[in-house]
């Protein structure tokens, strides 16, 4: 008989949401494939609107923990971080995509843009 961990995912639909969802990490993601596959800290920030610092570095440690996102520390001060899509976060963006597109049309039925 084998144990069920209690945080473990219920389902595939549950594993993925527990990797994309919440309020900032398929913006992250999006941001960053749209700005050739690489952003900095900094320019990340400005991009992410109303997000803290601290939520923003809690966001990219878990993107990076679920291996969607890579880090790239230059030896150099200040020091220079990048931030890049992997391959698994490059499988993402056509439903990130296609979320977006979803969204802009309720969008305009409820007369938002």
């Known amino acids: 008989m084998t144990k069920r961990n209690s945080d473990a995912p219920v389902c595939s639909l549950d594993y993925a949401f527990r990797r994309i969802g919440g309020k900032y990490k398929a913006r992250v993601l999006w941001y960053i494939y749209t700005k050739d596959n690489v952003l900095r800290y900094g320019e990340l920030k400005k991009m992410v609107q109303n997000i803290t610092s601290k939520m923003l570095t809690q966001t990219l440690r878990e993107l990076e923990e679920d291996q969607l996102i890579s880090r790239?520390?230059?030896?150099?001060?200040?020091p220079k971080v990048e931030y890049s899509l992997t391959d698994t976060g490059m499988e993402l963006i056509p439903f990130i995509e296609h979320l977006g597109i979803w969204g802009r049309k309720q969008m305009q039925k409820e007369k938002f843009e």
């Open 72 to 78: 790239k520390v230059y030896p150099e001060v200040p």
